[in-house]
């Protein structure tokens, strides 16, 4: 018993010493880091897309709007331009614009207008309808293609197919320039099935038929495809 009276003694000695624990004072700390809004660039071609002028007539070019986000940066745009109103042809157009985002990291955006110049006659009548055209595969089948042609006004054509072959439907625009002058619109590497950028002619006999003559011209290639007026 006299053991216990000590220890207990003894506890209260030394609780009578302290006035209270106090537990160590830590503060937790948050590091924000804030993130940077990307944006990226556009272009937007101004007024008509396709543009027509007469051959041997003054062609001014509507411009183009270039921003990043609300911004306008049209002054930062590089326009490039192959327009010759007194030859008939096709031209283009491009706008681009290159920007540096937050991060480093470079973004480009480009819009094209093709500008039709073409014979004072105008264009003939209308291409539009419903086309078919015989096509042999890679593997030696024969197959029958169908083409419908829009008519956009203005000697302006849209077209489903041109290429007619059955592993590589290949839709187009083409103008309708005056005299008999026929021209495929110029195709990039993106906007073709084979990777390959597209130019050609058509000749076209009204209500009877069209050919189209394409060429690819990174390889050297050219190809006539027959379409038979349905």
Known sequence: MKNILLALTACLIVLSSCEYFEAQESTLKV????????????????GDNPAFVTVGGAYEDAGAMATLGAEDISDDMVVTSDVDPSNVGVYS????????????????????????????AGPGPTLA??????????????????????????????????????????????????????????????????????????????????????TFPAIGFSTVKPWEKQ
């Open 31 to 46: 590091q924000s880091t804030e993130i940077p809004e990307i944006k990226f660039p556009s272009v937007l071609v101004q």
């Open 129 to 214: 309808g419903n086309y078919s055209s015989t096509s042999t595969s890679f593997g030696g089948a024969s197959f029958g293609q169908t083409m419908t042609v829009t008519d956009n006004g203005d000697g302006y054509y849209s077209a489903t197919d041109v290429y007619a072959h059955p592993n590589a439907d290949q839709p187009a625009n083409f103008y309708d320039l005056g005299n008999s002058d026929v021209v495929i619109e110029p195709r990039t590497t993106a906007q073709t099935i084979f990777g390959l950028a597209m130019i050609g002619t058509v000749t076209a006999d009204p209500g009877v038929s069209l050919n189209m003559n394409i």
């Open 93 to 120: 157009v491009t706008y681009s614009v290159e920007t540096t985002n937050a991060l480093g990291q470079t973004s480009a955006a480009t819009a094209t207008r093709f500008v039709a110049v073409r014979h004072a």
